[in-house]
């Protein structure tokens, strides 16, 4: 039966309003027809009916449809005759056509985005404060955007590129093809020395302090290209505290070779004129991982082990908070390496040595305090690295986790991705409502993790990554991937705007704070599912989301006027 039509105009996808023209239609199914043989003019011009009559009972009379629900219309007609080879032309047909214009418009929007940089006109040009406006930073401003539509366009599927774009949730780090932050063995470097890439430069394991720092120091600037995020290595100070009396040094020739170590973390060696993002977790007493091992010296085991270096390490500690403290040429504080102190039920509160860590506390906030008392977790069972990331290890030791004497190193997040959830207040209506969205959008951010962990596994055996795959070797032998110990972290941000949309009460009341709750339980149960189905490591972070939060709330605003 023929429908009046009633379909005069036709939205672009410029916005623009033109007349509706049949005679379009007919041409793109009569080339999609005689491309596979499976009809003709006369076909396409019933086709093209067919095609008219659903689009007069999809849309009421004055009701103006787009090009693309037009083109939705006429897969659905082309799958209903039954014209599956047709309907597959017609599909990458219109694949291919979205890449050319976007190749278009991504060549007018990366000029426009230099220019953008140059004249600091783009709020992005200072969302990261690590990042200064350099040459470098306008090199890697240039690099992302093309990174970013590889991710978006090249690797994931339309649902989470919509996804994303409209602002259900955020993929942290589409401007790098690489991990989001990494935790090393630094044991095996002190018994690897560095090196990694076959052409390059290596360096026999540290005979002695200084030289133990400085490959430290190169380890963290190259790895650091091969990441996105944090690069973070524990047991700081056992490890490093008998090149001490090795080296036979007093007080002033530890201090100077400390003050060269942190000079030199802090030089903006990472891409965008960054300094590299550095993590390293701080014992005041020999760490139980290897108080019983053998120290290394040369890359040589010795006839000491590590519990016999307490007074070495004292000082160590001492020296790095007094250097802190005093910072560089003009006063100011160094921001990187960012120190991690595990407080534990036998934490030394009275030793004088530990004096200079609270000051630097009181002066400058420096260090980052991880609490164990009355935990169910040891400082042995997680990995400090970056401001908001903390990783369980305990997961790790059951499957083998890859970390000389099972240290449980060689972990890290593979990337992050965080859900708006005020969003998904603002639009449920009920319970179910709430939970039902919620799923949906954990779903598709685990469907984005698990395409980005098959992705970097994949280059990491074409060799992307020469010093990772070199210094991940043990995750390899134990686990069958280099990233096999490395998490899927699942972030999230507004819970308090989420509560305020979807109850009206803030996060502070007894309700908010029951509903809190039922959602992080929630999460957690959902990523236990996760990682039972995929066998990968999964985890939840309260996301640090400056930029993230600013770019979400746009995409709120622009969605929800109200």
Known sequence: MTIKNKITKVKKRDGRIVDFDQEKIIDVVFKALTA???????????????????????????????????????????ILENLVKTAKAYILYREQRRKIREAVVYTEES????????????????????????????????????????????????????????GDFHI?????????????????????????????????????????????????????????????????????APFIRYDNLDYRQIKQAIQEFLFNCSIPTRVGFQ??????????????????????????????????????MDM????????????????????????????????????PNLDPL?????????????????????????????????LDKRELYNRGGGGLFGAGALTGSIGVVTINLPRIGYISKTKKDFFNNLVKIMDLCKESLEIKRKVLEDLMEKGLYPYSRFYLQGAKKTRG???????????????????????GEDIGSRCGRRFVLEIMNFMRERLVEYQKETENFYNLEATPAESTAYRLCLKDKEKYSD
């Not at 005041?284 to 006839?303: C, R």
């Not at 590590?306 to 070495?312: I, P």
């Not at 921001?335 to 509160?349: A, E, L, M, Q």
């Open 358 to 390: 609270f000051e630097a506390s009181a002066k400058y906030g420096i260090n980052y305090f991880a609490n164990y008392i009355n935990s169910e977790m040891d400082p042995e069972d997680a990995r400090s690295m970056c401001c908001r990331l903390r």
């Open 275 to 312: 300094n590299p993002f550095t993590n390293i977790t701080i014992d005041v007493k020999p760490s139980p991982n290897f108080a019983k091992q053998p120290v290394i010296i040369g890359g040589k085991p010795q006839e000491e082990i590590y519990a016999d270096f307490q007074s070495e």
């Open 481 to 503: 991937r280099y990233y096999g110990n490395h998490f899927s972290t699942i972030g999230l941000v507004g819970m308090n705007e989420c509560l305020l949309n979807f109850i």
């Open 172 to 240: 942290h780090n589409l401007d790098t093809l690489a991990t989001y932050c990494n935790g090393w063995d630094l044991y095996d470097l002190l018994l690897k020395g560095f090196r990694g890439a076959a052409t390059k430069v290596e360096s026999k394991p540290a005979k002695h302090l200084r030289s133990a720092l400085g490959q430290l120091v190169n380890f963290f600037y190259t790895v650091q290209g091969e990441s996105a995020g944090a690069q973070a290595v524990s047991d700081f100070t056992t490890l490093l």
């Open 36 to 78: 596979t043989n499976q009809g003709d003019g006369k076909k396409s011009k019933t086709l093209s009916d067919k095609i008219l009559n659903f689009l007069n009972r999809r849309f009421k009379k004055d009701e103006i449809p787009n090009v693309e629900q037009i083109q939705d219309i006429v897969e659905e007609v082309l």
């Open 111 to 166: 000029v426009e985005a230099l220019d953008q940089y140059i004249e600091e006109l783009d709020w992005e040009v200072n969302e990261n404060a690590n990042m200064a406006y350099s040459l470098q930073g306008l090199n890697h401003y240039g690099v992302a955007l093309l990174v970013k539509k590889y991710w978006l366009n090249k690797i994931y599927p339309k649902e989470i590129r919509e996804s994303v774009k409209s």
């Open 316 to 351: 160590l500690n001492k020296a790095l908070y007094e250097c802190m403290m005093e910072g560089d040429a003009k006063g100011r504080p160094f921001h990187f390496p960012i120190p991690t102190v595990n407080i534990t039920k036998d934490f030394p509160w009275d030793n």
